[in-house]
């Protein structure tokens, strides 16, 4: 791709994060930290770059690739973990590139097919024409988000919790943009401070996807539910702070 920028070295434990738009442009990040997923300063990067009207938050999950790295204390060997959604499976050689990972295979991420599924994806070209054309773009992002959140000393949760990964349901309303990024930068900032194991989130439009909402008893927007662990959790409204939303974790 003509503007890929050149690939910097990265540390030897790292997080990171690619987004890719159905025509095959990409943004990523890569987080030496370890602090946070940047999912929505991705999709911010695509709306300005490209000219959106709003942020494609329904790219995510579908359209997103993994990785965590870290070094093993005991036996100072690397540990990588790489994952990748069906539709970004085909980018491994650039996400190697990206990430400095030579010639590592990924694994493939088949979780939540419902919101990734080919009608649902298409909805959304009328709309976003500009996902689906080339643009040749690599862009890399740089953090901005987790600066925008008071960095509050979060407990970790019971490390007998962190066995089970978990899964969370974010409905939204997706006509209501500042309330619905508002929403996702505290929960994805809770969630990095807050949980040691791993974790998915879906953002689901009640606005684009009724169906969903009525299946899953949604009255009122923001809605968070905890799918797993058991039992089963849901929090309504908005969350004033991070504190709120890491003792929704910890009640699990």
């Known amino acids: 791709m003509s503007n890929a920028t050149q690939v910097n ?3 030897s434990s790292f997080k990171g994060i690619a987004l890719f738009t159905p025509g095959g442009d990409c943004v990523y990040c890569i987080d030496e930290q370890k602090r946070a997923h940047w999912h929505l300063d991705l999709c911010a990067t695509l709306q300005s770059h490209l000219g959106l009207a709003e942020p494609p938050y329904f790219l995510l999950p579908c359209y997103t690739a993994t990785v965590d790295r870290w070094i093993n204390s005991s036996t100072q060997v690397a540990k990588i973990v790489a994952e990748a959604y069906p539709r970004a499976l085909r980018f491994q050689p650039l996400l190697n590139a990206l ?4 010639d590592l295979p990924w694994q493939p991420n088949y979780g ?3 919101e990734c599924s080919v009608a649902l994806i298409e909805s959304y070209r009328s709309a976003f024409p500009q996902l689906w054309e080339c643009h040749d773009l690599i862009i890399r992002v740089e ?3 987790a ?3 008071d960095p509050l000393p979060q407990p970790k949760l019971d490390a007998a919790l962190q066995l089970q990964p978990y899964s969370l349901k974010l409905f939204v309303n997706g006509i209501d943009t500042a309330a619905t990024e508002k929403m996702l ?3 994805h900032t809770t969630l990095e401070n807050s949980l ?3 974790y998915t989130l879906q953002v689901i439009d009640v606005i684009t996807h009724p169906a969903a909402a009525e299946a899953a008893n949604i009255s009122a927007t923001p809605t968070l539910i905890q799918v797993s662990p058991a039992p089963q959790r849901r929090l309504v409204g908005n969350v004033l702070n991070q504190e709120q939303m890491a003792q929704l974790l910890e009640s699990s």
């Open 9 to 11: 070295p990265v540390a």
């Open 99 to 102: 990430f400095g990972l030579g």
């Open 112 to 114: 939540s097919a419902e």
């Open 143 to 145: 953090q901005v988000a």
């Open 147 to 149: 600066k925008l959140l």
């Open 185 to 187: 930068r505290l929960l």
């Open 196 to 198: 040691l194991g791993a």
